[in-house]
């Protein structure tokens, strides 16, 4: 099996209002949507960026958790 070139940290994701969407992209030449949730307020989704994920988009209020810190896209 080939080794992976990829970080498999987790990403945490908290809504904070009914209807925020989760958007995986997928590597390679053509990003494309591979993935969507939906999920509502309240509601905390686990992710990961994985050899066939290269971003996650989010639509909406939530507050998003990485080895990185914390931030939120709610204004």
């Known amino acids: 099996m080939k080794e992976a070139n990829f970080k498999t940290d987790f990403i945490v994701i908290k809504a904070l209002e009914d209807g925020v969407n989760v ?11 591979h993935h969507t949730e939906k999920l509502d307020k309240d509601e905390i989704m686990i992710a990961q960026f994985t050899e066939h994920t290269s971003a996650v988009k989010i639509r909406g209020k939530a ?3 990485t080895s990185n810190g914390e931030m939120s896209n709610e204004n």
């Open 23 to 33: 958007i995986g992209l997928t590597r390679g030449t053509d990003t494309k949507f």
């Open 63 to 65: 507050v998003i958790q």
